[in-house]
T-cell receptor
Framework: AQSVTQLGSHVSVSEGALVLLRCNYS??????LFWYVQYPNQGLQLLLK??????LVKGINGFEAEFKKSETSFHLTKPSAHMSDAAEYFC?????????????FGTGTLLAVQP | ETGVTQTPRHLVMGMTNKKSLKCEQH?????MYWYKQSAKKPLELMFV???????ENNSVPSRFSPECPNSSHLFLHLHTLQPEDSALYLC??????????????FGSGTRLTVV
């Protein structure tokens, strides 16, 4: 069965520092992978997705993620953190069995950005 | 309007009240979902509807009653709730039959407080 694990429920970085949020997946078929961001009292917004094209995926707000099959990872990075990046980030894998489109979400990583 | 719209944004209700949450999507999707997001807990998938038919009910208490009259509208009827039901309720939609390539589009959620 598909699953994702997000290492670190809380990550704190300084403004201008590298952001690295970790996600490892488990999937019996080639996965479709997603990163979502959630600001307080808002829904989840799609940041980027991997669907078996380029392994380095660029998303909105300067974020990118690299699919590494050998490491079963899909870590999210941003070279320089902004205060506005403070939010919760969710990694998800698509359950591609049959026609089902169910997303399996990780437990989330809360990113704090210090001035 | 575009995207997924949830109303109301905030709801306070007593334990003996009956209320309904509404979700509407303007994306032409044919699958809709209800999620519960409680503080410090993972996202909980409650119900899944594909082409108006309920395809998943994750052991949700009967005090939560979903209704999907058509592919664009989804309701969550609430009655005799408990304080532990206080949470952010998120609606999402997706296009079935696409192998999970596109992920979900989420609404902004309804913040429910049970008093």
């Amino acid at each position: 069965a598909q699953s994702v694990t997000q290492l670190g429920s809380h990550v704190s970085v300084s403004e201008g520092a590298l952001v690295l949020l970790r996600c490892n997946y488990s999937s019996s078929v080639p996965p479709y992978l997603f990163w979502y961001v959630q600001y307080p009292n808002q829904g989840l917004q799609l940041l980027l997705k991997y669907t078996s094209a380029a392994t380095l995926v660029k998303g909105i707000n300067g974020f990118e993620a690299e699919f590494k099959k050998s490491e079963t990872s899909f870590h999210l990075t941003k070279p320089s953190a902004h205060m506005s990046d403070a939010a919760e980030y969710f990694c998800a894998v698509s359950d591609r069995r049959g026609a089902t489109n169910k997303l399996i979400f990780g437990t989330g990583t809360l990113l704090a950005v210090q001035p | 309007e575009t995207g997924v719209t949830q109303t109301p944004r905030h709801l306070v209700m007593g334990m003996t009240n009956k209320k309904s949450l509404k979700c509407e999507q303007h994306l032409g999707h044919n699958a809709m979902y209800w999620y519960k997001q409680s503080a410090k807990k993972p996202l909980e998938l409650m119900f899944v509807y594909n082409f108006k038919e309920q395809t998943e009910n994750n052991s949700v208490p009967s005090r939560f009653s979903p209704e999907c009259p058509n592919s664009s509208h989804l309701f969550l009827h609430l009655h005799t709730l408990q304080p532990e039901d206080s949470a952010l309720y998120l609606c999402a939609s997706s296009q079935e039959g696409q192998g999970g390539m596109y992920g979900y589009t989420f609404g902004s959620g309804t913040r429910l407080t049970v008093v």
